[in-house]
């Protein structure tokens, strides 16, 4: 009887602990989705963290080009220290190199609780041993299933040298913010993208009106040519010469993937179209971002789209 009842204190005493726990998490991540850009919901990330999961340092890195790059770290009741930490972690980023757990993350796509972490054969020991770090549990920040960076977070506060300080509980919490994160970071991204475009639009309507108000205010002029010369004219004066610079910038094959991207087709529709792979439509997709300088497809697509309009 009296293990039976330790079991169920035991039982209830965890059920309490994930609890208020994800409780905490799901008001922290209310908190950040609130926060008005990327940027800042980003600075915020780790002390949300440590709040809502009970950790005393947490760290946030992204995923650089082959490297761990720190953007946020947070020490309960030691902003100096963390910015300590925050400045030297950016100067040593970690490389993902086979042996590093990390890489084992964007890998397989879960979250890692790692002991005695100074001796660990997979951790990164030059931020390891200046963070004095004996345990930690890390998740991926994977919006649209892609990882984009990390969380850390440990109790070495708490448990001052202990190398179990945290368990598979604080790995499951850690992951639980993570997801819920990078689905914030992804809002926020969409709406800071959607505020530039129409920052443009409002851009291009200003101009509008002032090309519009200066061809009112002239006055007529007795010339010879055709009427569709002096609409071309209009169209340069209004949106410049987009439709030659981004012809001249894409293959004849890149054209008319855009075309198609353009009309609405998907990946798999463009390479059927084409007679092509589909890894070989999106990697001319990609090119074609890259050159135009477009975000994603659809920046891409609107762009194709105004130099057709300023051609006809």
């Keep these: 009887v009296g293990l039976a009842s330790l079991r169920s204190e035991l039982v209830e005493e965890r059920l309490g602990r994930r609890l208020l726990v994800f409780g905490r998490i799901h008001e922290a991540l209310g908190r950040l989705r609130g926060i008005g850009t990327t940027d800042a919901m980003i600075r915020r990330a780790p002390e949300q963290v440590a709040w809502a999961c009970d950790f005393d340092r947490v760290a946030l890195y992204r995923v650089d080009e ?129 505020r530039a475009q129409g920052q443009e639009l409002r851009g291009l309507i200003s101009k509008a009106d002032s090309v519009v108000a200066a061809q009112l205010a002239a006055q007529v002029e007795l010339v010879a040519g055709p009427v569709e010369a002096g609409a071309a004219r209009s169209a340069a004066a209004l949106f410049g010469d987009v439709g030659s610079p981004l012809e001249a910038r894409l293959t004849r094959r890149e054209r008319e993937v855009l075309e198609l991207v353009a009309r609405g087709a998907t990946n798999n529709q463009i390479a059927d179209k084409l007679v092509i792979a589909e890894a070989t439509a999106k990697s001319h997709l990609k090119r074609i971002m890259r050159k135009l300088g477009a975000a994603n497809r659809v920046e891409a697509a609107s762009m194709y789209l105004r130099a057709r309009s300023s051609d006809d």
């Design 66 to 194: 082959g490297l761990m790059v720190c953007e946020g770290f947070y020490i309960v009741d030691d902003p100096e220290r963390a910015a300590e930490m925050l400045d030297f972690s950016r100067a040593n980023p970690a490389p993902l190199r086979d042996q590093i757990l990390e890489t084992e993350m964007i890998r397989h796509h879960r979250p890692v609780v790692v002991h005695d972490a100074l001796n660990h054969p997979s951790t990164y020991k030059p931020l390891v041993e200046h963070y004095a770090t004996h345990a930690y549990v890390a998740a991926p920040i994977m919006p649209e299933g892609r990882v984009i960076g990390f969380l850390h977070g440990e109790k070495g506060i708490q448990h001052p040298g202990d190398t179990k300080a945290v368990d598979d509980f604080d790995r499951d919490a850690i992951w639980a913010f993570a997801e819920g994160l990078g689905f914030a970071v992804e809002r926020m991204q969409l709406l800071d993208r959607l």
